[in-house]
């Protein structure tokens, strides 16, 4: 890289303007009942760290170090044919069962019960989802009660029974999950899951009023019913939600260009405003007393292309009956993330905080093995993959309120979004214990940008005079393709960002993004 190649932008909080207060849940994640996710990934008795329960104590330590704060739980496609009293009891006496939605065994060794455990162990809240494929209301009303409930009723002391006497507490409950997709088990128009929904939703509000209850959004944005989808919904069963989902993932061979790739993020802008803007008019239609918040709650890098593959030559072996068992946490979506990826996924954390007045939930899809920042092998040890820096630096930095500032940048072309800017930034900053982070991103594949970061407002009208740097890091390699594996777990990490300090102004600095680069910066005020 040679000085010319390097552009010049700013960075700067003057104006700057508030967006909200920075939503904890915005750092959650997503395990599902698929491939290794549970079982050889965060559950693995055999384990030499394994737990009293059976829980990896490795990838807990690693759960823990990302940063994570709320779990969606147990799907995902698997929850729409998914019976969630299997899951709970004496394992001895728990049923396996046949999983429609990855074509595998599922021996319920892990369910209600043992999350509940795990979440414990791993300070995270539960995100639960319920089955609206094969099941419904009145399965939702019982996992409810169990899980909630005082003891004294049936099922609340089925749980005690089961040696868990407290509630759980379970406050967020997502009703059922992609039903607009053809591929999802009892999947519906939106005209019957809005009557679902509203019945459902309902209910369980009459059970316990202080849930927040997530309504199934569209499951892309490709979907030929988004917006119309969220519109029918919303507007049938506003009164009881509190959320709509959002589900988007991104993979370099499913862009245009690697350039456009990197622009995701305007893929993921348009979504949100889309969806904002059905909740909004469904509100207005009731004349409503409040928002419904999007939970981001499946966002990601997902290599699409090799399960589609995988799908289709499962279907091609199994057009006649056959009695073949089928297989018990196989090796599924897997996907290796590259340096390129995970800058994209910096990107998109930017995104969402830049969005956090509306994007009050996210759950990053998955957690461990699965399209996952934790890989694992049975038996041996486990390691980060790329993408997991740039959420863990997010979910342990960005406290407080989020800000967006004013960029100057240099413009990319894509072939999907246009121009846009190579650069893109959220700052946040936390009055109470007078620390910030910025988070940066950039998008320009073949040129370095030199940016002047002023962030002097932050002084104004206090008795701070200088910002001191508590951590400032860099995402970025001259080999984008380069991953980390079980072989070389440390090939990818991060470097430290050269950032210098004006001599005359104690809050602006200076510093060097290089091309397709991702970097965050940690301070706080003396």
């Not at 639960?128 to 009145?138: R, W, Y």
């Not at 946040?428 to 002047?452: I, K, P, W, Y």
Request: charged fraction near 20%; proline fraction near 4%.
């Amino acid at each position: 890289m040679n000085d010319n190649e390097v552009k010049r932008g700013t960075i700067s909080l003057h104006g700057a303007q508030r967006i909200a207060d920075v939503p904890r849940r915005i750092f959650g994640s997503f395990i599902e009942h698929l491939g290794r996710s549970v079982y050889g990934g965060i559950y693995e008795p055999e384990h030499e760290t394994a737990d009293e329960h059976g829980f990896r104590g490795d990838v807990l330590d690693l759960v823990k170090e990302l940063g994570v704060t709320c779990v969606r739980y147990p799907g995902g496609n698997f929850v729409s044919n998914y019976r969630w009293q299997d899951g709970v009891g004496p394992k001895s006496q728990r049923p396996v069962r046949r999983d429609l939605a990855w074509h595998t065994t599922e021996p319920n060794q892990v369910g209600l019960d043992d999350f509940y455990h795990w979440s414990k162990a791993a300070g995270t809240e539960i995100m639960m989802a319920v089955n609206m494929g094969t099941q419904g209301l009145q399965s939702a009303l019982d996992e409810i009660e169990y899980a909630n409930g005082a003891p004294g009723t049936a099922l609340a002391d089925w749980r005690v029974a089961n040696g868990i006497r407290e509630p759980m507490d379970i406050r967020m409950w997502c009703i059922g999950n992609e039903m607009d997709g053809p591929w999802q088990v009892g999947h519906m128009s939106a005209e019957e899951y809005a009557v679902a929904v509203e019945r459902t939703a309902h209910a369980m509000k009459l059970a316990e009023p202080g849930l927040e209850l997530v309504a199934c959004g569209s499951s892309s944005a490709s979907m030929p019913t988004f917006g119309t989808w969220e519109r029918t919904v919303l507007t049938r069963a506003y009164d009881y939600l509190d959320f709509v989902s959002c589900h988007a993932y991104y993979f370099e061979r499913g862009a245009k260009s690697p350039q456009d790739f990197l622009a995701s993020g305007e893929n993921m802008k348009h979504f949100i405003a889309t969806v904002a803007a059905q909740a909004d008019d469904a509100k207005a239609a009731h004349q409503g007393d409040h928002d419904i918040a999007l939970s981001f709650d499946e966002w990601g890098v997902w290599y699409q292309d090799d399960w589609n593959r995988q799908e289709a030559e499962w279907k091609a072996q199994n057009r006649v009956l056959h009695n073949e068992p089928w297989p018990t946490a196989p090796h599924l979506l897997e996907d290796t993330y590259t340096v390129r990826d995970a800058v994209v996924e910096g990107a998109l954390m930017i995104e969402l905080l830049a969005h956090c007045d509306r994007v009050r939930s996210a759950s990053r899809a998955q957690l461990v093995n699965v399209i996952a920042p934790i890989m694992t092998q049975n038996g041996g040890p486990a390691w980060k993959q790329t993408v997991f820096y740039p959420f863990a630096f997010a979910a342990h930095h960005a406290v407080g309120d989020a800000f967006a500032p004013t960029i100057h940048s240099s413009q990319v072309h894509t072939e999907s979004y246009g121009d846009v800017d190579a650069v893109r930034a959220v700052v946040t900053f936390d009055q109470q214990t007078h620390s910030g982070c910025v988070l940066m991103v950039n998008r320009d594949m073949q040129q370095a940008t030199e940016l002047h970061l002023d962030l002097q407002d932050l002084l104004s009208n206090t008795q701070f005079t200088e910002i001191i740097a508590d951590e400032q890091v860099l995402l970025h390699d001259d080999d984008p393709y380069a991953t980390n594996t079980i072989e070389h777990p440390d090939r990818v990490k991060l470097r430290t960002l050269d950032i210098t300090a004006s001599a005359e102004h104690p809050a602006q600095f200076t510093v060097t993004l290089p091309e397709e680069s991702w970097a965050g910066f940690a301070f706080h005020l003396v």
